[in-house]
């Protein structure tokens, strides 16, 4: 077996970019696998049953929360208990009208779509989706100026499930062609987590005792993404070192990592420390912060900021974002650590 160096765990393993192959390897094939989410399960259940028992595809459907909940594993799982093929693509790759009809004429019939990021689906994209999901045609505009003249297209059958880190941002006409469901996923239970864990465990073939599991668990930001992705480097750390997995070990590694022992990293903490600093605690609108940071607002408002509202660290407020007593306290080490 090779072994990884350390120069082979980036920095931001963590993040969404880079989690595609171990997202892969361990997302569960089956519902029984998938941890958690009980009613949003069960919900989906019943909507592919009742499907399946007409012969048809579910109405579309529209799955929201962090990244790393499970959202696109859900897509999957749909398309795969529908035992029908998974076409996927994401709202920033669908630039044009052209785009779009490419995509939805070339459907094979009942076909899962999955759109990723649907909220960066332009609104004149939007707009040539609604006839698509209501009555399933395209309507394609040819030639231009007075002669140009609308034609009706009519689409091979499909269900579109839809994913977003941003709800708000979806336009309300397109939130309501989601007649299957609007479901929310939200952060995970430390017993999910641990869970989920275990599992990946498992399958990565490590012996991860109740400690390991149970120390990773909680650095994990309440996130199955997360947690695979750092028993992963645990595991590179313990390779490495040629040492076995130990709760020592794991602090070490995760003090290598700067992960501490809430989960926060040092993006984390810059966006913090800018509030607190550069912003007296707020309120701060979320434009000014991301750009004091020199983020865009789309990566500070979906990726760093839901954990720190979970953890209380942060509110939001109609003037911004204000920093807690509990985020200050973290900040100035009394207390919490
Ligand atoms: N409920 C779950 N049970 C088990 N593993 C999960 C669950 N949700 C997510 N995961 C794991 O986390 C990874 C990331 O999930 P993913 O569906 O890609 O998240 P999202 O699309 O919401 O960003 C998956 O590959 C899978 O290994
Ligand atoms: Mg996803």
Known sequence: MSRPSLKAAPDNSLTEKNGQTLD?????????EYVGQAQVKANLRIAIDAARKRGGMPEHILFYGPPGVG?????????????????????????R???LAAILTNLEPNTVLFIDEIHRLSRKIEELLYPALESGHLDIVLGKGPSARTVELALPP?????????VAELSGPLRSRFGGGIFQLDFYSDAEVRDILRRSARLLNLAAPKEVIERIAGRSRATPRVANALLKRVRDYSEVHELPISAELCDEACELFGIDALGLMKDDRRYLEAL??????????????????HEDPDTVEGLYEPFL?????????????????KGRSYLTGEALL
């Open 158 to 166: 499909f269900t579109l499930v839809g994913a977003t880190t941003r």
């Open 71 to 95: 959202k696109t594993t859900l897509a999957h799982l749909v398309a795969l208990t529908l035992a029908a093929p998974l076409k996927s693509t994401s709202g920033v790759a669908i630039e």
């Open 309 to 325: 509202l979970r953890l209380g660290f942060l509110e939001r407020s109609p003037r911004g974002r204000i920093l807690t007593m």
């Open 276 to 293: 607190h600093k550069s912003f007296r605690g707020g309120p701060a609108g979320v434009r000014a912060l991301a750009a004091s940071l």
């Open 97 to 99: 009208a052209a785009d």
């Open 24 to 32: 892969a390897a361990l997302r569960p094939s089956e519902w029984d």
